[in-house]
């Protein structure tokens, strides 16, 4: 589902509600919030009034007609950056409505006082109530299993069709509104009030109303209000020199000069860039619980990645069977499916697709089957026929050959070593206390997986491999898979102990994790990316959550961050840049009149000062909306180190910048010539 | 090769050996590492601290070292302006000039301690001897607060150094006073005196003696004004001062006698300016850095120097249109002695570098030349003055870093600290105060000329573009703390003494208050280190993204103003 939604910028129904609201904001006390965007409209109300006075019989300003297009055109300045904005929110919004929609009013089967039962809509259900969902029930509200196992679809909400099992206790308690139970029944808390889940959070983060202004954004700010401030003194001053000059320069000229030179082009798009971001991110099925946090991803310095999942496939799959001299290989095969017919562990299980029988071929009616404990190290079984059949850790396999007088076969502890080394697990296997063969586990290294660690390090981003492994094997797999560091034998606290020693050296550490164990660490994370799977402490500490449970999704966060910040920096760039080729067009037509050396100046060949003012004006304008797209789509992110990413975009959007408009204001002023 | 170009490139090159090795010693001297004029400056010192009762070790934060700075200077000028309203009535005044009125010593002394030396009298008659030596003594007290404060910056700028806390928490750095006494005897002293020394010989005067007289060929007695010139001279060249002994400045054949002199002056005016990059690179451990700056500070140079001399050396339009043929080049408002191609490089040398000091009338350079010594001054870091030329570079410096860290996706970092929105509302402040102050100064100024031309038909000899110009230069050199004028304006007025008083004051200590202040807040935040997504400052790249900030901000912000002066000069002068 997640493909299907629509990745087409402008929707005619977005657009219908972005064009209303760019109105709405022309509320100069929403304007205020954006001062370069608020002085344009300040600028535009002066030329209205110049247009009235004209309409009363002045005739120092010039002809009517040209004043109202310069209002006009200063209109539409305006709403052109608050469409970028308005556009932004609107497709933020559908895209969490589109999220939200799978989650209203569905009935609720509310256990009242923890016996009866009762239907009432999902929207009365309070935090701390508790449900009942059976087969077939859409889950009403986010919250917590507290009894019971079943089988979720959440296709609604992740896009992935496969269904994902979800149980009581343990680290994949959570189910989200919206997802539908497809087996069993459970009964589930609330863990929300309705109306501040995090979807609702974020729905609040993308309308104007709750978006704070994040730290970059305001410094952001204040360097363009002070280039805006510098420009005002350009054009205020420009008055007594122009008196000196003798030269009369009318109201829409200064104007004119004064909302070319302030960067109009970054000033209304900027809060359009923030609100991108975050929607980039919803696309990509991360909630975020701030901008901040996304601007935060960009400057990441460390990942902490799980090694299962993330680096590896699931768990690890036996890859061979290796019996050990003088055994017959089928006869081990078969010792080997034996002691895992009834080990539900995913090795468990990976024994049985390897050895690729059919389970029905066994018979084993009265066995008896010997769990694996952390004392014994060994699982097994035990038929009616007498067989003895244990599968375990070498050592302790090895003790029960040993105790029993079975000597442990020199080859076998060779493969043993050997698979180690490889950065496999051996599992020794013995028959009647006699060792039969070992099998090689194995993890699957993710395909693909090197490349990303590898673009990750361009962008000056460690990865560090976090498992329960013993460090040789974690060793193995870290080099495999191209990670930085690892930490082996990873217990909660050591997760937490590695974040703050980078945090000490001034690095900024993001982590993923589901369980309640992990959510300290999450919340000492700079960016802690809850699994929506994960328990609601693990969500409730992390300040995103991945829709999809896709460890992964790290790297891609890392990138929405970079873009975004790129995108404001770019765009910084090329409106400034566009100032020197707006200064060659209005400078030569504000005093061509009285001092026409300054002709020599006007290097584009403008027609007359009216069609030069005009042209620049009107470029200005369009710029905006040519650059929506890009503010929404964001910059696209290499890496390929800083200094040559700065080399490239300074010459796009830097000499980019400075050439675009030379050429634009030239086509406009011959197209403007016509009527001035 | 051009002997008149090869003496310019004689100088340039000649400067440079003498800065890196200058540069190094003085980064030494600010770090208090040793050097070998310990044996005999540390006794030196020492008095000096007992006296003061300094302690030359005690650390400050910045806000300490800004406190220290500016009491220094408070007792200064309080003095200053004592000794110039009763300089009448004091000892050493043999030419029994008067004392100055209370505009013009306050706009004498704000200019004297804020390194500006704008002069709206003239030595020979303004100012008596002892007021000559009270200014002498500004002369050097400006320059080393300036290289002090500069120092505290490189001090603070120092990348993951352990810096020491006060117990308010606050980073301690440096003590400003040790930094200030240091740069006093360990650089401007002992230079000065060498200098000094060079100078007499070649004939400047150095006597208490009142003026002089002799019979002219014509057989007229000439009364010539004498002094203690060559001690002035030194330090003026040498701080970045500019203000000179006489009224013509180093136009005068007794201030600058000839041109082996005008090489040894025009060296000292940009010395110390580029040996304070060097001194960077030293200290904070990045030599790459402090290449790239000076590279970028050399390429904004060259770009005003290569086509002055051209232009002066190429000859006035004007005068060409008379039919007058000009082998030796423009010599409007030049010395013979030293050539129109040693005049255009003093006369960006002395504008980039906040000196002022002239060998050449300004006022009569080409129209295009002028505008290359306004620009030099408008952005007023390509070298700059003694210390805060690097600190207003300092301040383009956070804004491209700013800007150039967002377009590679990272939040901006400048050597490890990052840059945000405190610091960015410092820079952008001080990055708009110097359009502020001269835009705003020539605007009242045409302002009143314009709606009442017969009360204030005495400010311009020349109106039109040129009077224009002379107005826009005036502010221009009183904010950038440069000292020179285009002379022809009639400035010694209460309206000019005043507004240029004003704006030298502003113009002096807020640049300077701004870079301090975002240097203390950065060194108190934690040091991040580099990976390879981190933008690297010490590259080209980025220098190319410095001088765009630099273009636009410093340059481009004045482009409708210099089109009504200088460049409206030019195309009128055009054939």
């Known amino acids: ?676 | 090769m051009n002997t008149e170009i090869l003496g310019v490139v004689f100088m340039f090159v000649l400067t440079l050996a003498l800065a890196i090795p200058l540069g190094r010693y003085m980064g030494k001297v600010y770090m208090g590492d040793a050097t070998w004029a310990d044996a005999f400056l540390n006794p030196l010192d020492k008095l000096f601290f007992k006296l003061g009762g300094i302690k030359p070790l005690k650390e400050m934060n910045w806000k300490e070292h800004l406190v220290a700075l500016l009491t220094i200077n408070l007792v200064w000028f309080l003095l200053s302006m004592l000794v110039l309203m009763t300089q009448g009535s004091l000892p050493l005044n043999p030419d029994g000039n008067p004392s100055m009125s209370p505009d013009l010593a306050f706009n004498t002394t704000i200019s004297f301690i804020s390194n500006t030396n704008l002069q709206h009298y003239s030595g020979e008659s303004g100012v008596s001897y002892l007021g000559q030596l009270v200014l002498m003594l500004f002369q050097f007290i400006s320059a080393a607060a300036g290289m002090a404060a500069c120092a505290a910056v490189f001090l603070l700028m120092r990348p993951n150094f352990k810096f020491q806390k006060d117990d308010k928490g606050s980073v301690i750095s440096g003590n400003f006073y040790s930094l200030f006494i240091k740069s006093l005897t360990r650089v401007l002293l002992p230079l000065s005196i060498v200098i000094a020394v060079i100078l007499l010989f070649n004939g400047m005067p150095m006597t208490f003696k009142g003026k002089d007289q002799y019979i002219s060929v014509q057989g007229d007695t000439v009364s010539v004004s004498r002094g203690p010139a060559a001690a002035l001279v030194a330090i003026k060249q040498l701080g970045t001062n500019g203000g000179g002994f006489f009224g013509a400045n180093s136009a005068h054949p007794l201030e600058n006698p000839n041109y082996f002199t005008n090489i040894v002056e025009n060296v000292l005016i940009i010395l110390i300016p580029i040996a304070m990059v060097f001194a960077l690179g030293y200290m904070i451990k990045r030599m790459r850095f402090a290449y790239m700056v000076f590279g970028i500070m050399t390429i904004g140079f060259l770009l005003f120097v290569v086509p002055s001399i051209s232009l002066e050396m190429g000859g006035n339009p004007a005068i060409g249109k008379m039919g007058i043929t000009q082998n030796l080049g423009s010599m409007e408002g030049k010395e013979v002695r030293f050539g129109p191609a040693a005049s255009a490089f003093w006369a960006i040398t002395t504008t980039v570098t906040s000196n002022g000091s002239v060998n050449a009338m300004h006022d009569s350079l080409t129209p295009l030349s002028g505008m290359f010594c306004l620009l030099g001054m408008m952005v007023n870091a390509f070298y700059g003055g003694v210390g805060v030329g690097f600190l207003n570079f300092y301040i383009f410096i956070i804004i491209a870093v700013f800007i150039s860290g967002l377009m590679v996706g990272r939040t901006p970092e400048f050597l490890g600290k990052k840059i945000e929105a405190k610091e960015m509302k410092i820079a952008a402040m001080i990055a708009l105060l110097h359009p502020f102050l001269i835009l705003v100064g020539a605007s009242l100024a045409s302002y009143l000329y314009s709606h009442d031309p017969t009360t204030y038909a005495g400010w311009l000899n020349n109106p039109g573009n040129h009077g224009f110009s002379e107005m826009l230069y005036e502010y221009t050199s009183s904010s950038a703390n440069n000292g020179s004028g285009f002379e022809g304006l009639g400035d010694g007025t209460p309206w000019w003494n005043i507004s240029c008083g004003i704006v030298m004051l502003l113009g002096r200590f807020l640049p300077i208050i701004g870079p301090v202040a975002i240097a203390g807040i950065l060194a108190n935040k934690k040091y991040v280190p580099e990976s390879a997504g981190t933008l690297k400052t010490d590259t080209a790249t980025f220098g190319i993204m410095i001088f765009a900030v630099i273009f636009i901000i410093a340059a481009l912000s004045f482009f409708p103003a210099l089109a009504l002066g200088p460049i409206a000069e030019y195309f009128g002068m055009k054939p």
């Open chain 1, 1 to 676: 589902m997640s493909k299907e939604r629509s990745n087409k910028l402008f929707e005619p129904a977005l657009v219908k509600e972005a064009l209303r609201h760019s109105f709405i904001k022309l509320n100069p006390k929403i304007m205020f919030r954006n001062p370069v965007m608020f002085t344009v409209e300040i600028g535009t109300a002066v030329m209205l009034g110049v247009c009235i006075w004209i309409m009363c019989g002045d005739k120092t300003q010039g002809s009517l007609a040209y004043n109202l297009i310069v209002f006009a055109v200063l209109f539409v300045t305006l709403l052109f950056a608050n469409f970028a904005e308005a556009i932004a929110e609107a497709r933020g919004k559908a895209q969490a409505d589109s999220l939200r929609k799978t989650r209203e009013e569905t009935p609720a089967k509310w256990i009242v006082a923890g016996k009866e039962m009762q239907i009432v809509p999902s929207s009365q259900l309070k935090k701390g109530d508790i449900f009942l969902c059976e087969t077939g029930d859409t889950i009403p509200m986010d919250g917590e299993i507290i009894e019971g196992i079943a089988t979720i679809d959440e296709s609604a909400i992740t896009g992935e069709s496969a269904p994902v099992i979800r149980e009581s206790g343990g680290d994949k308690s959570s189910v989200t509104g919206g997802t539908k139970v497809l087996s069993d029944r459970i009964k589930v808390k609330v863990t929300t009030e309705p109306g501040e889940s995090f979807l609702d959070k974020m729905i609040a983060l993308v309308e104007g109303a709750s978006r704070q202004k994040t730290p970059n954004e305001i410094a952001l700010t204040i360097l363009l209000a002070g280039f805006t401030l510098v420009f005002i003194i350009v054009c205020v001053t420009l008055k007594p020199f122009g008196d000196y000059a003798s030269t009369p320069i009318t109201i829409a000229a200064f104007i004119s000069l004064f909302v070319c030179l302030i960067p109009t082009t970054i000033g209304g798009l900027l809060s359009a860039i923030g609100i991108a971001g975050m929607d980039r991110a919803l696309r990509a099925n991360v909630i975020t619980k701030s901008g901040k946090a996304v601007e935060t991803a960009g400057d990441l310095d460390t990942l902490l990645l799980d090694k299962t999942g993330t680096i590896t496939i699931g768990n690890r799959k036996a890859t061979n069977f290796w019996p050990a001299n003088g055994v017959d290989s089928k006869a081990f095969i078969d010792a080997c499916v034996l002691s895992s017919l009834a080990d539900e562990t995913p090795e468990g299980k990976s024994i049985i697709e390897l050895a690729n029988l059919s389970k029905d071929t066994f018979k084993i009616d009265g066995a008896v089957f010997i769990e694996f404990t952390a004392e014994t190290r060994c699982s097994g079984i035990d038929l009616v026929t007498g067989l003895r059949i244990r599968k375990g850790a070498s050592d302790s396999i090895r003790r029960i050959a040993e105790k029993a007088g079975n000597s442990f076969p020199e080859e076998t502890l060779e493969q043993v070593k050997k698979i180690s080394s490889n950065g496999g697990t051996p599992l020794v296997v013995s028959q009647n206390e006699q060792i039969m063969g070992v099998i090689e586990l194995q993890d699957i290294i993710k395909p693909g997986i090197q490349e990303r660690f590898e673009r990750l390090r361009k962008m000056g981003v460690k990865t560090v491999m976090v498992t329960g492994d013993n460090p040789l094997t974690a060793k193995f797999i870290a080099e495999k898979a191209g990670v930085d560091d690892f930490i082996a034998e990873a217990k909660p606290e050591d997760k937490m102990n590695y974040i703050k020693q980078e945090q000490l050296g001034g690095k900024l550490v993001a982590m993923m994790g589901d369980g309640t164990n992990d959510a300290p660490a999450l919340a000492q994370a700079d960016v802690g990316v809850a699994m929506n799977s994960g328990t609601a402490a693990a969500k409730e500490a992390g300040n995103m959550v991945d829709l999809d449970n896709d460890p992964t999704k790290l790297i891609e966060i890392v990138e929405i961050g970079k873009q975004l910040l790129m995108t404001r920096g770019t765009l910084t760039t090329f409106s400034i840049a566009n100032d020197v080729a707006k200064y060659f067009a209005i400078v030569p037509a504000l005093f061509i009149a009285s001092i026409p050396g300054l002709q020599s100046l006007n290097i584009m060949k403008l027609h007359s000062p009216e069609s030069a003012i005009l042209s620049a004006v009107i470029f200005n304008a369009i710029i905006i909306p040519a650059l929506i797209p890009l503010a929404l789509k964001g910059v696209a992110y290499k890496p390929i180190g800083a200094s040559a990413l700065l080399r490239r975009n300074l010459l796009i959007y830097g000499l980019g910048g400075v050439v675009v408009p030379f050429i634009g204001i030239k086509l406009l002023d011959m197209v403007v010539s016509i009527w001035f």
